[in-house]
Antibody, heavy 120, light 111 residues
Framework: QITLKESGPTLVKPTQTLTLTCTFS??????????VGWIRQPPGKALEWLAV???????RYRPSLKSRLTITKDSSKDQVVLTMTNMDPVDTATYYC????????????WGQGTLVTVSS | QSALTQPPSASGSPGQSVTISCTGT?????????VSWYQQHPGKAPKVMIY???KRPSGVPDRFSGSKSGNTASLTVSGLQAEDEADYYC???????????FGTGTKVTVL
């Protein structure tokens, strides 16, 4: 059974850097074809993918946010970390991490999400 | 990277069918057979209902079906049930650089 859980601050100030951790179980990020991605959803709005990291350390970023995002993995701890710099109130959203495979190209298992509010 | 276009809302009575469209471009929906659909109930994480245009993951009722024609994909929910009331998002692979794009979302109401 695959599970993922996001953790991190619930409140950040404008211009600060957000660091979110996704801790997962039920799969390994050393298995060929496996990846973990981050997706966010502002309140009442649509889903927006942010970044994905794969077993071979290949990384993909949303082009419009690429300069602000960094995704890393620690396979020994079964964790993926997302950092987003220069946070702004428009970045207020629920942030999800999710399991992905190169074979099916879908996010087939999701964490519960964590709401991050950007406010001074 | 523009979001795929979906109608804001759709509705149907129990037992009826509802179809949701998802319009993209030749760089995403029209270019790949990697369209997926996600169902999201309020306060919950999305759940994949359809992948690779028309495939259903294990456990998803066969009332859910998907198709694609050109740059437009569609999700049909047949035999609507109360628990189908949710937001639905389409998504498409968009190449190795853009990776993927989500739709604008459709709220399905069961009357």
């Amino acid at each position: 059974q695959i599970t993922l859980k996001e953790s991190g601050p619930t409140l950040v100030k404008p211009t600060q850097t957000l660091t979110l951790t996704c801790t997962f179980s039920g799969f390994s990020l050393t298995t060929s074809g496996v990846g973990v991605g981050w997706i966010r959803q502002p309140p009442g709005k649509a889903l927006e993918w942010l970044a994905v990291i794969y077993w071979n350390d290949d990384k993909r970023y949303r082009p419009s946010l690429k300069s602000r995002l960094t995704i890393t993995k620690d396979s020994s701890k079964d964790q993926v970390v997302l950092t987003m710099t220069n946070m702004d109130p428009v970045d207020t959203a629920t942030y999800y991490c999710a399991h992905r495979t190169t074979a099916r190209r879908i996010f087939d298992d999701w964490g519960q999400g964590t709401l991050v509010t950007v406010s001074s | 990277q523009s979001a795929l276009t979906q109608p804001p809302s759709a509705s149907g009575s129990p037992g009826q069918s509802v179809t949701i469209s998802c319009t993209g471009t030749s760089s995403d929906v029209g270019g790949y057979n990697y369209v997926s659909w996600y169902q999201q109930h309020p306060g919950k994480a999305p759940k994949v209902m359809i992948y690779e245009v028309s495939k259903r993951p294990s456990g998803v009722p066969d009332r859910f079906s998907g198709s694609k024609s050109g740059n437009t994909a569609s999700l049909t929910v047949s035999g609507l049930q109360a628990e189908d009331e949710a937001d639905y998002y389409c998504s498409s692979y968009a190449g190795s650089n853009n990776l993927l794009v989500f739709g604008t979302g459709t709220k399905v109401t069961v009357l």
